[in-house]
């Protein structure tokens, strides 16, 4: 009898263990999920910090890929320490992966500017379809063909146009630009000086110091787009603000991965990826063109005085 009994208590402690263990198995295999089995994780860096816009478009595209993968592709963005290392840090597998612009590349790649800006270019949406389905993207593919470095074409942030200058001086026409001294920087600062500015080249934390107090440094200076430019101040020191493409149309920031991570992925996640990071890309031009009506609105609600750029001082730049 003593023995039927110890069977039947045996019997039943193994039942119960298994019915345990059948109850723990699904959150013992999401804990294992979460853990990281059957998950890819990626690190990546962008050379702006959070707030701005394009922070914030990094930041959602990373969270629509970890959705769309069903979290089986996890990926963050942080600010770069040094944005002009990304390439390097993509390239050495340190990161993997980062929104980087081409212009930082210049070291290695002399052509690199094509794949950003050029002064007098293309228009934004234009340089977007060239880049995507007018072979941009594979002469750029070709171009860094020796680094472990995957370009992704379509992915990135695509910026609205800088604007022209900022001045306490009035500009109707070419000529008044040589009586500016003005803060410049790259192609543009080139050309500004072959049309008789006086071009003096400062980081863009001096420039609001440089244009006030009784004697002033700079005259007027061109930075960024209305965005930044409001967060900087810019609307205390200078009267006015003029709008042109013409001297930086466009930037366009690349989404690059490390080539041996990205051929890793399944054909499925490098979908997902590719078309995820194409739609906001799209996305987020969309909300800059909303934020550039509204700041440049700003501008004048503050008193500057908002202008086009006159027809005549845009060609002679072209």
């Known amino acids: ?13 193994i039942v119960s263990l298994l019915m345990v263990g059948s109850a723990l198995e699904p959150a ?5 999920k979460e853990g990281g089995k059957g998950v890819t994780k990626w ?10 816009p394009m922070f914030t478009s990094a930041q959602r595209m990373c969270q629509a890929i970890t959705t769309a993968s069903g979290g089986r592709l996890k990926l963050t963005v942080e600010p770069a320490v040094d944005a002009w290392a990304t390439f390097d840090a993509v390239d050495a597998g340190t990161i993997d ?26 228009s934004p949406k234009a340089k977007y379809l060239w880049f995507i389905s007018g072979g941009g993207a594979k002469l750029a593919q070709q171009m860094i063909a020796a680094y472990d470095v995957q370009l992704i074409p379509g992915g990135g942030y695509l910026s609205t146009p800088e604007l022209f200058l900022h001045s306490n001086t009035e500009i109707d026409e070419p000529d008044d630009l040589g009586d500016l001294k003005l803060r410049a920087i790259g192609d543009g600062g080139e050309i500004l000086s072959i049309m008789g500015a006086e071009v003096v080249s400062m980081p863009g934390g001096e420039i609001y ?19 930044t430019n409001w967060q900087y101040g810019f609307q205390e020191v200078a009267d006015y603000v003029y709008v042109s493409g013409c001297r930086v149309p466009h930037n366009l920031y690349h989404f690059i991965v490390n080539q041996t991570r990205w ?22 031009y969309d909300e800059q063109c909303q934020l550039e009506i509204t700041l440049l609105a700003a501008f004048q609600g503050y008193g500057c005085v908002v202008e086009t750029l006159s027809p005549e001082i845009e060609e002679a730049f072209v």
């Open 1 to 13: 009898m003593k023995k039927i009994v110890v069977i039947l208590l045996a019997v039943i402690g």
């Open 28 to 32: 013992a295999v999401a804990k294992e």
């Open 43 to 52: 690190i990546g860096v962008i050379d702006i910090g959070p707030g701005d």
């Open 97 to 122: 992966f980062a929104f980087s612009l081409p212009d930082q590349w210049r070291d290695k790649f002399p052509a690199a500017g094509l794949f950003s800006t050029r002064a007098g270019g293309m």
């Open 209 to 227: 110091q440089a244009m006030i107090g009784p004697e002033p440094i700079i005259d007027a200076f061109e930075f960024a787009g209305p965005y």
């Open 263 to 284: 051929n890793e992925l399944p054909d499925d996640l490098q979908w997902i990826v590719k078309q995820v990071s194409m739609g906001e890309v799209l996305t987020s």
